[in-house]
């Protein structure tokens, strides 16, 4: 709850866009993990600002510095605190916002709400709290490296530009050699070109960005109010953005028939597996050993270099244009903080299923 | 988790579909609230199997007893535990089922992660699971009123048949006028009549539930991992058979521009609203004032009456026909449950909200 | 927190001295474990009142009906919920106490918390809600059982009557051959007299009860929040008139030495133990495989059917004298409580540690 | 749970003795409370080392700095983390404990549940964890001054050396006018000296200190299982080498008669009090308005710099000598700190009983 996230895993984060940093704690991590530094600063790069010519020219380095909690290499099993500091704001950008609210931004919200706020840079509210997630989420990963789970995300529309099938028919090796993150090298380009289009008007763009779980173990799911797909759901709609989650059919499938959609049990592999995979993994809530898949719609972003009516704090209609730097389109960007949010996600419960029996 | 939803506001369930009963506790329910015990057995009727001839045509009576918590009328603080008995079991008709697993059930998953399972009726995953849901949600409905927060819930879509406008078209008094639950008379029988096609073929279709929130206060949510819409869309995905949550403009949404979807701040009856309402009432992951809307879509619910092909518990191939009583189509038995979760998250969120100032 | 105990293992209570009936609901029990009905009950009925000529003589049948959760003699893994009717309150021994608070009783703080109360029996606040305690511990000893774990306690002080030796000392055995619950019978006796010198007068008297937990496991406790002990303790102080908790040489150690009170390692059965046990089987809040030993101190509970000044519910200066049917001594009865809290404890922090490691 | 204190309020801390530092986040902290930097430094000062001659020589500056929430020097509703880094570690100092277990200290116990440990200075179990307890504490008393509540703790015992009054006899703002913190001059004369001469021998000595809560508003606890006495026994068993906790007349008060020992409800300040406070402020588990008072018990620490046997990591028998600079008695330094757990329990619950009612 509130910056909590998690059951037995718990990730707790703090900071704001324009103060110190940004940071973090991750509590219940197992102990004896080899904890790769490289590789969580990797992650933390995939998210970073300014690394390509699709997003935010803002430059910053954010470099992690784990605080504690592992030990000659590896995890003790103890708390691991992070900090990632803040070197790059800009937060006179923000002097022409104190007075006002930014149309669909939090700040009407988080004003009526706390009954003051941090104008600067979006405060709390803003997207630079996703790398206290691309730490929890590389950490994560590391542990589900050990028990052979494969999590990876991709972007699947833009805007009007949508990939034509579903997962099964992609290369994640492929998703990383373009700046969209797609991995489908026309639809890419397609999609980098819309955004820079979009970009060139000061406006935004959403898109649905699709994530895969694969070998993710039988029984991971804490029926009824803990059904993992819903974890999964409140976790992907709790990134800034997000306005929609389906896994398996989704949406798409309440047309059909059952006699459609049910997935016939099969002998497989000398195991029990399912003939098709509509469900997406999971039936009643819990993972039945087949793949994960699932879609996140993200809107448009707010920031736009446009104007815009809008109100002072004391309720008088003004105009507002944003100044500064900002991301035309998030997905590339958002990719890492899918996967990240699903890898702690599987993580939690993971560990909550070892509970189930003495 | 696991078996309680909600974080102030508690609901904490049990009860398995053919054992003595289902029921419920629920803590943190604030004290002084008028408990009118009609009210609750009202909306328990609600979800009723056999309460319309598009319904399964069990026949449970399903009526509640509060057992603790209410002492001359009102709430005392103090949990409010409650029991329906289960009185219409016919586990006989489960006999079949004893050895095999139902395709697309919770069959197969509960035995993994558990090591056994109550197959009688689905156990633990049965949907009558949902009838402690709805004590829940009518407890929560009777506190809400006292804040004149209004919730409601319709079937808008059932297989390809599907409104045409969004909620702010159609009349809630509407709704409960035909068997469906559908504000639109004429689309309501078109969906009863392919109800009826569906079933009569043994086969069972999906669909789509729009709910509605008006008047909730502002500032209920809790960034960064409580958001009101991520808790909202936590609580729809753990009903039995959603497969899908969007709010605001949803999935929709992703294809327009950030200049369209961005919802301008004016002044509204001497307080600051919004122009537009795309954002669908939550901005930044708290409540703006403006209506909360969200749909929720349902697979084809997995029991048929027509042979599937399955395994048996030890991996043996066989042939699976159901017997017993079924829901063709879940849809108009699942709107008071959207509502009762819906209910439950938004008092808890309100409860919450209330620690944020000394 | 409120009527949830435990984090893993979790017990959820209602109910009110005079309501319908106390119950429960356990949430997170390990699944396949046997769950022996007779046991059960048996455990309730050593906290029954009238099983003595030293305790209340209302009758009360307390029968014990498991409502699900339990399949063919084994647990699921899913909640167990659980009922025990009320059927033989007087409340009219009540009606003189509605308008005024019980000294030393919730009575008054309830009614400035609540708001209103319900008087008869207590409500919330009367012991017998120690009833879902004792079926939540006995399902936590069935799991115990089965990992070897063994838990009793006894009382060890009436009054100025106390115990000489530690628990070391005395054969557990011999706990239930008296009505005291102690295990020297000489000591029982004159404790025995002294209750009944007591309640002849219509006061009450205050105790203490020893607690030891044997063969537990190494490593149960999570730090720095999560102490064993801690937990331990704060379990113990939640029972009704409970007034103090220590463990391993408590109070008594605070003037010794370091060097006196230190536990030397020692090899020990082909591993590592300690020559003494002044620690009392906890290491920076984790056990260590010694026995776990505590004592809780009870005060002399608040009914005593004597006059004593108090006031109305106006403030008015007036005059109280309890009416009804009272122990004049808590502790023969509370014994099994104090077991069932530790059980459940134990259990709790078992499971909790199963995720230590992947 | 683990390393997060807390339901509402919640300090989440992180940190090991001789890693980059010490910290945590304060989640649910209030909006909109002045935040003064120079108090929380203050209240960091009274638990460091080498602030007088009977603590440990060690000089650590421990600066604190925050990270986040507070903006223009308010509080504004959003986490607080902050970091004290570790400044003056001698590592070396613990190279010869690598390979063995001290006695009565956490090294076995972490080795065993854990697999590995940090046995620099303790690692995680090293009471300089404390750090973040004390920030989290300043935090909380600054929001409970503004509702006028007041804490305050003392040294009551050191060895035999014992006050022979209750709180009501001492003035507290005679507390800080000496190193051990005690209100009574001469008796703090008395335990200093007793503390030197331990220290000289190498070894450590134990005590009690006394809290009191005054001010404190009617009303908080939450029932049954989260009482505000069992919630403060909780966090004060918690504490580093505490082996104890009583509240009201605690163990003393068993042998009592209820008749004795029961407050009579009185007519006090135009509102309800009590005659007497044996109670100790806390009725069925909530506060009643009068002043809460309870002991905590401390062990004499585990570190004494004299040989003791042992063994090493794989059961060999050895010697140990502790080097290093080390407290011979903890308690003039862990005022502070039970301080802060009150502070932090009694804003949790103030905080909670806001959800009591719509």
């Given at each position: ?92 950008d923000y002097d022409n916002i ?147 989650f389906e896994y398996g059919r ?9 006699s459609e959609q049910n997935d ?95």
């Open positions: 709850m509130s910056n909590t996230f998690g059951n037995i895993f718990r990730l707790t984060t703090f900071g704001e866009s324009h103060g110190p940093g940004v940071g973090g704690v991750v509590d219940g991590f197992p102990a004896g993990i080899d904890i790769d530094q490289d590789f969580i600063q990797h992650e933390l790069d995939r998210r970073r600002p300014g690394q390509s010519r699709i997003t935010t020219p803002r430059k910053e380095a954010d470099k992690v510095e784990l605080l504690s909690g592992v030990f000659e290499g590896k995890s003790t099993g103890c708390p691991i605190g992070f900090l990632v500091r803040n070197t790059n704001q800009h937060s006179n104190r007075n006002l609210y930014r149309p669909s931004h939090a700040d009407f919200t988080y004003t009526q709400k706390y009954g003051l706020r941090d104008h600067t840079g979006g405060g709390r509210s803003s997207a630079r709290e996703t790398i206290a997630r691309c730490v929890g989420g590389a950490l994560a990963k590391l542990a589900l490296k050990q028990i052979g789970v494969e999590i990876y995300a991709y972007t699947s529309q833009v805007g009007n530009i949508a990939l034509e099938h579903d997962y099964t028919h992609y290369d994640p090796t492929q998703i990383e050699t373009n700046d969209v993150r797609c991995p489908d090298a026309e639809k890419a380009a397609s999609m980098e070109g819309l955004i820079s289009e979009v970009k060139a008007k000061g406006d935004t763009i959403g898109g649905i960005i699709t994530g895969v779980i694969r070998h993710c173990p039988i029984g991971l799911g804490e029926p009824v109010y803990g059904k993992l797909h819903a974890a999964l759901g409140g976790a992907m709609l709790g990134i800034n953005a997000v306005k929609g989704g949406f798409a499938g309440v047309s059909q028939r059952g016939v049990f099969i002998p497989q592999n000398g195991a029990i597996g399912t003939r098709t995979n509509h469900s997406g993994g999971i039936q009643g809530g819990i993972s039945n050993g087949q793949d994960i898949y699932f879609r996140v719609a993200f809107k448009p972003v707010a920031t736009i270099l446009m104007e815009q009516e809008t109100v002072t704090l004391d309720g008088t209609p003004t105009i507002i244009k944003a100044r500064g730097r900002h991301d035309a389109c998030v997905l590339p960007r958002a990719v890492p903080v899918v996967e990240a949010m699903a890898a702690m996600t599987i993580l939690d419960y993971y560990l909550l299923n070892k509970t189930t029996h003495l």
